[in-house]
């Protein structure tokens, strides 16, 4: 439940990427190789946030919102499956693409799974690559 409500009160005080900045101090709070024990709550809150930009159809802010989470990516090396997984979470989060936006729980679920993520992390990175770069658009 405060997954759909944290982000809606957070709204009310402040611009959606400040939000979305607050919710994701929260996946890579901890300063060790380790992510929160809560990730997969946060991931969700990621997601919801971005599921009410792309239901308003607020393109913008999403691509703006991509922009930030592939920024917090690069800023953290990518070294194991849970690296990947959580950084496809984020990925498809943010995508004003409905149909990578759908694979969020797919993602999701494969943080406590052991579903070969490589080729979704690249063709992700890909993806958010080409639309983060100027002469996207």
Known sequence: LICQVLPSVLLRLYSEE???GIILDFCFALKSDEYPS???QTLRMV???CERMRDSQR????????????ARIQQRPMVSE???AVACCLLSAVSPY???ANRFYVYLAALTSTIP???????LM??????CSPSSG
């Open 18 to 20: 400040r939000v979305l």
């Open 38 to 40: 809560n990730i997969k």
């Open 47 to 49: 997601f919801e946030l």
């Open 59 to 70: 393109l913008s802010s999403l691509m703006a919102s991509g922009q930030i989470v592939m």
């Open 82 to 84: 849970e690296d990947r």
């Open 98 to 100: 409905e149909d990578i």
């Open 117 to 123: 993520i490589d080729e979704s992390y690249e063709f």
């Open 126 to 131: 890909r993806k958010a690559l080409d639309e």
